[in-house]
C-alpha cells in the first residue's frame, strides 16, 4: 500500500527557515516522480514544486521560486522541502503528492503538515 | 502560466441532484485535465485523468468530458459522501495549476 507521510511542519515567525520531510513506503520511489503541494487556510490547492525521480529536474511555483528547494534521498525513501525567508502568505497546509501511472497527475497524497507562519 | 477558471465557486445541492461544474483554461490544454475530491481534513483524491478517464474505485456516477480549453465534470445523483470541494488541474505544462474550487454543498 501506497504510503505519505510528511513532517515538520509547525509555528514558525516570518523570515526564519523551515524543512519539511516526506516519508514514503509501499513503492519504488526512486522510480517516480513526485511533487508538494499546499492549501492555505480557506483557499485553494496550489502546486508548488515538482522533482523527477534521479533529482535531475526541478519546477517551482513562481511564489516560492529563490526561496524554497525541493530535494529527495531515493536510499531512505524521503522526499524534502527547504523553506527558507517564509512569509505569513507561506502559511498552509503542505501535501506531498506522488504521480505514478501519468506525469503530473497527483494518484496518492499524503495527509498533510501544517505550517504557520505569524510573529 | 496556464491559468484555470472553476465555476461556480460553490453551489447547493440535494441528494439525489445532478450537479455539474465547468473548468476552463486559458489556453489549449488537450485533455490534460485531471479533477480531485477534497474533503476537509483529508488528503484529496483523483477523481478523473485525461478529462474523462475515472480512476478505479471511483463510483459511475462521476463523468467528465471537454478538451482543448473548456471542460466539465458532472456528478449524477448526488449521494451524501459527494459534499465536498472538487478542483480541475491541468498537468499540461509547468507551472501545474489548479482551478479556485467548487465547494458543493448540502441544500
Known amino acids: 500500500e501506497v504510503q505519505l507521510v510528511e513532517s515538520g511542519g509547525g509555528l514558525v515567525q516570518p523570515g526564519v527557515s523551515l524543512r519539511l520531510s516526506c516519508a514514503a513506503s509501499?513503492?519504488?520511489?526512486?522510480?517516480?516522480?513526485i511533487h508538494w503541494v499546499r492549501q492555505a487556510p480557506g483557499k485553494g490547492l496550489e502546486w508548488v514544486s515538482f522533482?523527477?525521480?534521479?533529482?535531475?529536474?526541478?519546477y517551482y511555483a513562481d511564489s516560492v521560486k529563490g526561496r524554497f528547494t525541493i530535494s529527495r534521498d531515493n536510499a531512505k525513501n524521503s522526499l524534502y522541502l527547504q523553506m527558507n525567508s517564509l512569509r505569513a502568505e507561506d502559511t498552509a497546509v503542505y501535501y506531498c503528492?506522488?504521480?505514478?501511472?501519468?506525469?503530473?497527475?497527483?494518484?496518492?497524497w499524503g495527509q498533510g503538515t501544517l505550517v504557520t507562519v505569524s510573529s | 502560466d496556464i491559468q484555470m477558471t472553476q465555476s461556480p465557486s460553490s453551489l447547493s445541492a440535494s441528494v439525489g441532484d445532478t450537479v455539474t461544474i465547468t473548468c476552463r483554461a486559458s489556453q489549449s490544454i488537450s485533455t490534460y485535465l485531471n479533477w480531485y475530491q477534497h474533503k476537509p481534513g483529508k488528503a484529496p483524491k483523483l477523481l478523473m485523468s485525461?478529462?474523462?478517464s475515472l480512476q478505479g474505485g471511483v463510483p459511475s456516477r462521476f463523468s467528465g468530458s471537454g478538451s482543448g480549453t473548456d471542460f466539465t465534470l458532472t456528478i449524477s445523483s448526488l449521494q451524501p459522501e459527494d459534499f465536498a470541494s472538487y478542483y480541475c488541474q491541468q498537468c499540461y505544462r509547468f507551472p501545474l495549476t489548479f482551478g479556485g474550487g467548487t465547494k458543493v454543498e448540502i441544500k
Open positions: 522533482i523527477s525521480s534521479s533529482s535531475g529536474t526541478t
Open positions: 503528492a506522488l504521480d505514478t501511472v501519468t506525469p503530473n497527475n497527483f494518484d496518492y
Open positions: 485525461a478529462a474523462s
Open positions: 509501499g513503492f519504488t520511489f526512486s522510480s517516480h516522480t
